[in-house]
């Protein structure tokens, strides 16, 4: 089947040194593009919004796994309900 | 001016579900199947032609009832609901249950009246309405635990309905008018009568929001609903609330702030969340959240925004519930503990979910990139920068959970090598379909445009912004591959904010069920039986001396009748609370229809 040799493609390394190279690629672009609408500090530097993406990705799977481990998660039969 | 209901220019769209909707269970097979999606495609085309208007309004006892208020905002999302209905009842159309096809009619009925009310009492029918028929989506999966979330998701919605209400009640007496209008809330806190309704009445719209604390309900009630149910849920309830707030609340500053918790919120808990269909409850949560917050901010950029991202968002999140929904269809579970490696027998539904999670994302050329970037660049232009990275944060999270995590875990992941097929065509077709629509309103995106209520002066693809998203996106991805040991799931539940009602509903039953109990019947029966009992049954002695001679001959006749009535009431009384529930929404339409065809 055609759509499964495409997944089976896009699964290989070879697809994930193109990936690296697109990131790379995008932040060196991010240099050359003109800044209309200025919000804050944070829009003139270029690569910021790399930077905050990968920093938030980490952040937000940090902390909220902290706070779920503080005592929010809970076996499945908490409430003593049975399955969903 | 009044005009008629069903008048050659204005039909009611509602009335095709709620009148339409019962002949469902006299038909079968492919003729009932034709007639549903008939009575589906009928409301959206009524949609289609209504005019810009006052329509419907009918006088009832002292006040004035107005079912068809057709403007700019009530009409644009009169449309994205009657789209949804076509394509929810498509997804639906294979289920046999006609109590749960009915339920989900009433529910796109009520829906659509809400949206289409001009006045605070028939919002509040519909609104009642809505609660009282979705709450049997969830019922009909007919499990133990899917039950008791109905009766926790109902109690939620009759306590906002009734605060909504005092609200109501509280406004008309200040101004003695039932028509809807506009009536933010400033501040923190309720200082007079005005403010005290004002914010009433923002309560009572912001539990059907899913507004923490008084958003559990959601998550909750969500997955446990039907297969078919949960995608009618996702996209009604919430975003109903959103255009009520839209045209009530507008501008009410506290809502910035509960809309930006909650856009993160959502966020957090998907991160420790198992099942894939309550993972998408909480993005259901975190994307309302922008909703609110723009609603607060209130500017004409923000509220078309807000009603640009309702819109991709009813599409984009039924097509998410639609995917998961077909893999718990399939293969019996939704958890991604259990799954993985579905990718080489469900590819096609793996492809119409991930267009769904790019949409969401706000992916370029994806309908969430022209919807969402209007609502946070209002907040950039606004200047409140920490409301902005707030929600640009939150964008991170929603591609990391709904475009990376859910995919991830279901289709790749640890292979369980589950034996599983495509779902059905109807399934199928309904997913093809808002999949359609997402890639096609993030390409052109001028129609929508051209159906907000405010004129649009926003370009979504500049170089710049396109440029910002695809950063912040492909960075995440990044981190989500660096990190992903850290994401495998565990089979959890977490505790949300109904841990409160839920904990303290069980101290207060053992409350009545040990001390209370053993106190009345300890203490307060002596003493009942000493002062009042015994008195009393001296007197009775002597009474019954006169009632044996002179009453008793009347009576019996009397008796005998009162037997037999009671005799007939007592089937109605089953003790059981769906009956009722049944009997009180039967009473509802019934006043509706009376009142929509009574001249």
Partial sequence: MKLLEIVEVLRTKKVRRIAYGVLILLIITDFFIPRHEVHFFGDEIPGFWSLFGFIACVLIIVVSKWIGHLGLMQHENYYDEGDV | MMREMFSLEFVHPSAFYLIGGLLIPLLKGRVRQGYML????????????????????????????????????????????????????????HVKNDGEQLAAFYYVGGSLGVTLAGDFLSLFLFWEMMAFSSVFLVWYRKSKSSVHAGFRYLLWHVAGGLILLA??????????????????????????????????ILIGLIVNAAVPPFGAWLPDAYPAATVTGAVFMSAFTTKTAVYALIRICAGSEILIVLGVVMAIYGVVYAVLENDARRLLAYHIISQVGYMVAGVGLGTHMAINGVVAHAFCHILYKSLLFMGTGSVLYMTGTAKLTELGGLYKTMPRTMIYTVIGGLSISAFPLFSGFVSKSMTVTAFGEAHLTWAFMALMLASAGTFLHTGLKVPYFIWFG????????????????????????????????????????????????????????????????LGFFLLLKKLWCKNTISLDTDWFPRKSAKAF??????????????????????????????????????????????????????????????KVQSGQIQHYAMLMVAGVIAVIIIVMVLP
Avoid at chain 2, 58 to 77: A, P
């Fill in chain 2, 38 to 93: 008939l009575i589906a495609l009928l409301a959206f085309f009524a949609v289609v032609n209504m005019p810009h208007g006052t329509f419907g309004v009918y006088e009832f006892l002292d006040w004035k009832l107005t079912f068809g208020n057709v403007d700019k905002l009530s009409k644009v999302f009169a449309y994205i609901f009657a789209i949804m209905g076509v394509i929810g009842v498509i997804y639906s159309i």
């Fill in chain 2, 414 to 477: 640890k292979d369980q090598g589950i034996k599983a097929k495509e779902p059905p065509w109807n399934m199928e077709l309904a997913m093809i379909i808002s999949s359609l629509f997402c890639i096609g309103l993030g390409v052109f995106y001028k129609p929508l445009y051209a159906l907000l209520p405010y004129s649009v002066h926003f370009e979504p693809y500049t170089a710049y912004h396109t440029w910002e998203t695809l950063q912040i996106l492909l960075f995440t991805q």
């Fill in chain 2, 509 to 570: 039953m053992w409350f009545i069920n040990k001390p209370m109990a053993s106190l009345e019947y300890n203490v307060i029966g002596e003493i009942y039986e000493f002062i009042i009992q015994k008195p009393i049954m001296r007197v009775a002695v002597y009474l019954k001396k006169i009632d044996t001679v002179v009453v008793d001959g009347t009576i019996n006749g009397v008796g005998k009748l009162a037997m037999a009535c009671s005799r007939k009431m007592q």
């Fill in chain 2, 167 to 200: 609200g109501i009640i509280l406004q008309y007496s200040l101004s003695g008018d039932l028509t809807i209008q506009y009536s933010p809330f400033h501040g923190w806190w309720p200082a007079d009568p005005q403010s005290l309704a004002s914010f009433l």
